[in-house]
């Protein structure tokens, strides 16, 4: 069975994003949560995930003797190991739309990551939405956010993006 490595499912988004990928899809896998002691050479995060990742970072996931890091990959896999499960849009022009926002998501809005860092339990409805709306945000990222939010709500296949959109976008 595949084996998925993760963080702290409160703080890593990182982890979330395949956790939520997989079990979205009714895929089966074993998750392996890690506990982030420290990001030190010495720690036992570290140890246990440096013989796994060859970044030394969450989320991998194991599949025999298969290792496969980093989100986008870990997605890329799982489209390709379970074709029946349509992870990407069918349509060409969809999926490549799709794998766009992806690449920018994956690559981009470091400010924004920076700025509003994951924290499920904090309640932060207060600012929330209103602080993604805000022309004013802080990573200046906003119009882009919202461009890929709106690119996502016109792909009728991704049906978790576009069932409850944001009253924003
Ligand atoms: N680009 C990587 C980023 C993964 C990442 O930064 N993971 C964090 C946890 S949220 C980590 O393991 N950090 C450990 C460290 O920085 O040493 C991915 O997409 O998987």
Redesign the pocket.
């Known amino acids: 069975m595949l084996k998925l490595y993760i963080?702290n499912k409160n703080y890593?988004s990182?982890?979330m994003r395949p956790w939520v990928l997989l079990k979205q899809a009714g895929i089966e896998f074993e998750e392996v949560m890690l506990r982030f002691d420290s990001?030190d050479a010495d720690s036992k995060f570290k140890q246990t995930i440096a013989p796994i990742s060859p970044t030394?970072?969450?989320?991998a996931l194991v599949d025999g003797d298969l290792a496969v890091?980093?989100?986008?990959a870990i997605a890329e896999y799982a489209a390709e190991k379970f074709p029946a499960k349509n992870l990407w849009p069918t349509n060409l022009n969809a999926r490549a739309t799709a794998r766009s926002v992806c690449a920018e998501m994956?690559s981009g809005f470091t400010g924004l990551r920076g700025n509003c860092p994951m924290n499920i339990e904090a309640h932060l409805s207060d600012i929330g939405c209103a602080a993604t709306c805000s022309a004013s945000c802080r990573c200046g990222k906003a119009c882009s956010a919202h461009t890929v939010a709106r690119c996502c709500l016109v792909i009728s296949a991704w049906p978790m993006l576009t069932s409850h959109p944001c009253a924003c976008v």
Not at 69 to 72: Q, R, Y
């Open positions: 963080g890593s990182w982890s990001f030394g970072r969450v989320p890091w980093d989100t986008l994956h």
